[in-house]
């Protein structure tokens, strides 16, 4: 009788969350130092929005993909932890880490946060997400030991992990089509910047986080770089996509108005830049999306210590972390980029410490298991 060799622990997938909320961290200090974005709480008198090209792109292309890739990692271990739960478990479960922290931070935070402010919008959503799925998939909860054995013998890749067929790139781009076409009739009425209220959701992005999270679910047992890793076909067009775009974008729009009237016409309305920025964002996040997984898969697949166990509480903290920083560095006159390479390092590590300590405290208020 063989016994199977237990799979080692994979780390990458630990590792590409801790990077994205490192450039998290960053994306939100480059806004206040010259960068494009929404950063409220604290205004830098000494760098205009968008003074600094390179932030501004920093910050552009961030948001293309570094939260949906967060909603498609928590689609992903959402659709792994019903298989263990039933609905009820799952849901109680989901409340004590999700629900207890949007309610304890806000009741700990009222003068700082009205509504859900800061980074509290994502466990918001996030809980919402994970209630329509326990709603609607009410089939993918307590599986039975006997299926479980089943799924664990099928066909499975090199880390013990199922060979997915690659989505076929017609479907992909009938996906892009969709999200970006929901994207720009969204911000018709809800441009980039304008918040939904109490929920804080910058709403012309949900289509995008929907996707990503249900592309979690649907593929929670592939091997994640596997998943999206896009076909050479499809990423060729998305090149073409996303620099014909910004070709045009350039050389057509961009001399005949200021900098600050395009980001304007850009973030939402019945406009062709509005159409234009619908679509980059969209053909730039799928192209991205498989850069981190690759590259971690392949580079950085060993422990990086106890980062990750702390980088979701590190995500949740950042905020009033960052605000924390720059005000006390508001005198300081340096460059954007100099000001969010200082702040963005010194936030990034204060986060971790500020985050093991509110773990310890969530702990006490047995909410341990939120990380």
């Known amino acids: ?36 974005g929404n950063w409220t709480g604290y205004v830098s008198q000494k760098h205009r929005p968008f003074s600094s090209p390179v932030l501004a792109a920093f910050n552009a292309i961030n948001q293309t993909f570094f939260m ?29 880490r999700l629900g207890g922290i949007f309610v304890i931070i806000r009741n700990n935070a009222p003068g700082v946060m009205k509504g859900v402010r800061g980074p509290v919008w994502y466990c918001g959503l996030l809980l919402i997400f994970d209630v329509a ?50 994207s ?4 018709l009425w809800y ?42 076909r499809t990423r060729l067009f998305l090149i073409t996509v996303t620099t014909t775009i910004l070709g045009s974008t350039y050389f057509i729009f961009y001399p005949h108005s200021n900098p600050t009237t395009s980001l304007t016409d850009a973030a939402g309305g019945w406009n062709p830049l509005a159409a234009c920025y619908a679509v980059w964002n969209e053909s730039m996040g799928l192209l991205l999306f498989s850069g981190p997984a690759l590259w971690f898969e392949k580079y950085a697949n060993s422990r990086w ?48 410490l500020n985050g093991w300590a509110l773990t310890k405290i969530l702990k006490r208020k047995e909410l341990a298991g939120f990380v």
């Open 1 to 36: 009788m063989s016994t199977a060799t237990p799979q080692p622990r994979t780390h990458h997938i630990d590792n590409i969350r801790t990077f994205l909320t490192i450039l998290g961290i960053s994306h939100h200090a480059a806004i206040a130092y010259g960068g494009t």
């Open 68 to 96: 949906g890739t967060f909603f498609l990692l928590s689609g992903r271990f959402s659709a792994l932890a019903a298989r263990k739960r039933s609905r009820s478990a799952f849901l109680g479960e989901k409340w004590k």
């Open 133 to 182: 799925y326990a709603a609607l998939r009410p089939g993918d909860f307590d599986l039975p030991g006997q299926e479980r054995r089943k799924e664990k013998e099928e066909s499975k890749g090199p880390m013990g992990l199922e060979r997915v067929t690659l989505p076929d790139q017609r479907d992909v781009l009938r996906v892009l089509g969709l999200i970006s076409t929901a």
């Open 184 to 187: 720009f009739f969204i911000r």
């Open 191 to 232: 441009p980039c910047g304008r918040h939904l209220p109490f929920l804080q959701l910058n709403l012309g992005y949900l289509p995008q986080y929907i996707a990503a999270y249900i592309t979690g679910i649907v593929f929670a047992s592939s091997d994640l770089s596997a998943l999206i890793t896009a076909k050479t």
């Open 305 to 352: 210590g106890n980062l990750a166990r702390f980088s979701y509480a590190a995500f949740l903290v950042h905020k009033l972390t960052v605000l924390f920083w720059q005000y006390v560095l508001d005198s300081w006159v340096l460059s954007g980029l100099a000001n969010t390479a200082v702040v963005g390092t010194i936030g990034c590590v204060s986060s971790w």
